[in-house]
């Protein structure tokens, strides 16, 4: 194989590897209730996470021989019609994956911290647990229980 063969396939490949992190962030998504499934869906991401890693370091080494030290775009702009168009469309590709995934990942990241302010306020109602008041009511007597919590 080539450098030019082992680098579309690595761009493949590192495609291949960001559809299935959206794909398992979209799952995560939908079973954003269930802290077994999402710890079990983040274990999945982690050892996607690191098949993407080895496969990005591979892709940054095939691009360092073959665009010999010039940046994406200037390396582009040297490529014959052929190969542009066989890498253009994959790199792409990766960069569209790459924002769809960041856009994803910042959304789940949002609903688990909703999930778990609202277990947390769950929590503070089941146990009787509250921050201790700001101010006290004249002659030492605490104002009750409030089941208002305003993160919620």
């Known amino acids: 194989m080539t450098v030019w063969e082992e ?3 690595v761009l493949a490949e590192e495609n291949a590897l960001l559809e299935e992190l959206i794909a398992l ?8 209730n269930s802290a077994p499934e999402v710890a079990r869906i983040a274990e999945d991401e982690q ?8 496969a990005d370091r591979r892709r940054a080494e095939l691009f360092d021989v073959l665009a010999g030290g010039r940046g994406l ?3 582009l ?3 014959e019609e052929g190969p542009r168009t066989e890498a253009e469309p994959l790199l792409v590709k990766l960069a569209e994956n790459l924002g769809e995934l960041q856009a994803l990942n910042s959304l789940n990241q949002q609903l688990l911290s909703q999930a778990l302010s609202y ?7 089941l146990t009787g647990e509250e921050a201790a008041p700001t101010y006290s009511r004249p ?3 605490a104002p009750g ?3 208002f919590d305003r993160k919620v």
């Open 7 to 9: 680098f579309v396939a």
């Open 25 to 32: 962030g979209k799952l995560k998504q939908e079973r954003i």
């Open 47 to 54: 050892q996607v996470l690191e098949r993407l890693e080895a």
């Open 73 to 75: 775009e200037a390396w």
């Open 77 to 79: 702009l040297t490529l």
């Open 119 to 125: 277990v947390q306020f769950s929590m503070n109602l």
């Open 139 to 141: 002659k030492g007597s």
């Open 145 to 147: 229980r409030s089941f």
